[in-house]
């Protein structure tokens, strides 16, 4: 069997599929709940924490050329190292609500498969319990 063959039949295998599709459905989900923190949630938790902006914390670590605005972005342009720790919080907010995100949703389709599983077929009727209905038949004729 050659090589694409072999490639072929592991490309179009259910799992692979299913795997390729979740994982671009993946990133476009984690572009929304992205969003959601940077735009939505990390504004509201700077207004309660005295109106700060986590994404413009830092710390400078070297020296700031002369003319340099003391912007994150700015320090980053003109190669100053920095230790960007309010980035890190958001990114960790980030990854805490999509994570929740999606422990609510696999719980949610654990349940629905709870319901969706067939009842347990009826258990066998004893030999002799048929044996006594055969008897009973017979004599009704």
Known sequence: MGMMQEFREFAVKGNVVDLAVGVII???????VDAVVSDLIMPVV?????KLDFSSMYVLL????????MSLEALRKAGVPVFAYGHFLTVTVNFVILAFIIFLMVKQINRLKRHHEAAPPPA?????????????DSLKK
């Open 62 to 69: 070297g020296t700031v050329p002369p003319g340099t605005d």
């Open 124 to 136: 066998a009727t004893p030999e002799d319990i048929v044996l006594l209905r055969e008897i009973r």
């Open 46 to 50: 700077g207004l309660v924490f005295g």
């Open 26 to 32: 993946g990133a476009a989900f984690g572009k929304i």
